[in-house]
């Protein structure tokens, strides 16, 4: 029976792919190919084929690495062929990034472990913020509908917006500090005509 509570045990891959092709599809017919910057949640970074891992035997290793076209001597051990298979992985796609080239979209993932660039994180902030002064609770069933009524009352387009320049303006400051970034500057210039952050 799935958990009414906690989204995660019943959100996956499939589930996300099938939500994403049809906001790519959405995005597409309204305005054109997009850039898509999403996080690197589990169920976002499916590759479209296995990917051999230490469980792996080595003769699977040796075919995915001829799969690939990817040269290494016959004397190789275990260990170093699934080396070579980690610095080559990234010859294999997401499922959500082959889905997005469909549409002529373009997917990026922000680095791990920068909240400071996920707009999902201050939204998240002022909803558990509401739950978190509106007293104790009896049960999770009044957490989940204390939860629903603030995105419903706090979250609104100037709020996601408001999150949005910050984020822009925090990528824009690692893109300065990092010649190796992978942002494009003249993309946020356009954005950000102001500093106001337009957040409770």
């Not at 996956?12 to 910057?37: M, Q, R, W």
């Not at 003769?59 to 690939?68: M, P, R, S, V």
């Not at 509106?134 to 009044?142: D, I, Q, R, V, W």
């Amino acid at each position: 029976m799935p958990n009414q509570v906690d989204y995660h045990g019943n959100f996956n891959a499939e589930i996300f792919e099938d939500l994403f092709s049809t906001l790519c599809k959405a995005l597409y017919e309204k305005y054109g190919p997009v850039n898509i910057h999403m996080d690197g949640a589990s169920y976002h970074k499916r590759w479209v084929e296995n990917i051999p891992t230490s469980n792996t035997k080595k003769q699977e290793i040796i075919d995915w690495l001829n799969a690939h076209n990817i040269v290494f001597s016959d004397e190789l051990r275990r260990p170093e062929l699934l080396e070579l298979v980690q610095m080559n992985k990234e010859k294999v796609t997401f499922a959500c990034v082959k889905i997005a080239k469909q549409y002529e979209h373009e997917v990026s993932f922000t680095p791990p472990y920068h909240c400071e660039l996920q707009l999902i994180e201050g939204i998240w902030s002022v909803v558990k913020g509401e739950v978190a002064h509106s007293g104790p609770h009896p049960n999770l069933l009044s957490v989940r509908n204390t939860l629903l009524n603030a995105f419903k009352k706090k979250i609104t387009s100037q709020v996601i917006i408001g999150f949005w320049r910050r984020a822009l303006k925090n990528a824009k400051e690692y893109l300065e500090f990092d010649d190796n970034a992978q942002l494009m500057d003249e993309d946020f210039d356009k954005y950000d005509n102001s500093d106001e952050d337009c957040v409770i």
